[in-house]
């Protein structure tokens, strides 16, 4: 696998004052708890998971966090693409079994309908924290480091973008402490990779993926040879995503996911119906007259959506 390097020493992007936008060593944002919000460029949101001395281990407040902080970013017209990444050694060691016990170990309930009831409400909880993110039309880029377990797996795909850095691996981890992974691995990762046996593989045996076979495999689409050089290559695509029409990123992110769920005559029927609208923007001469000219997107001064 090719491992990309920082981006050239002449690049605004490999400044150490834009790095250390993306590094929140302050700690977490108010009002949350377990995530550091921040804006380290002009319409690009960075979402990092804040609980290094935990390996950034999932617990009850980061699954209520994540549905607010996207659901909030959802409706942020500033933003227009969103980094998620994660603090520390590592990128997360999945969930807090241990804060996590007594909501999955001993669910409430006085007989068995009412304890499956509660069980069932407990994992649906769970299941919104990242189809939030999914949900979500603005495109959302995950910068992986290190350990991606568990439901770190679940997480990263339900992502837009997938990059890693050489040393990073990927493990299904759920099988070896006796469950089915149950938050959207299951669903998400046969979509995403295109060996249904190789999925199959990960899930039922719970060993480890290296970078080199992620990249192999279509899991992530770019390996870096370090943190700082992902960090920098997740931002310097997060801007040049963001610097592009808005009705058009958002508009295509939406195609895709229907896309993805339905078949090409549906995904064609829901492509023409979007855009008899979203084709109505001054957003289209603009970007037309830029090209034309030689000019970026960038240069455009697109109105918020």
Known sequence: TAVLQLPNSGSRLSSPAVLRAMSSSAGPTPPYTTLAVSRPAPAVTHVEIHRPDKRNAMNKAFWREMVECFSEISEDQDCRAVVVSGAGKTFTAGIDIVDLAGEVLQPRGDDTARISYNIRKTITHFQESFSAIERCPKPVLVAIHGAC?????????????????????????????????????????????????????????????YADEAKSSGLVSRVFQHKAALMAGALEMAEEIAGRSPVAVQGTKINLLYSRDHSVEEGLQFMAAWNMSMLQTADLMKSAQASMEKKSPRTVAFAKL
């Open 149 to 209: 377990v568990g439901g770190g797996v679940d997480l990263i795909t339900a992502c837009d973008i997938r990059l890693c850095t050489q040393d990073a691996w990927f493990q299904v981890k759920e099988v070896d402490i006796g469950l089915a992974a149950d938050v959207g691995t299951l669903q998400r990762l046969p979509k995403v990779i295109g060996s249904r046996s190789l999925v199959n593989e990960l899930a039922l045996t719970a060993r480890k993926m």
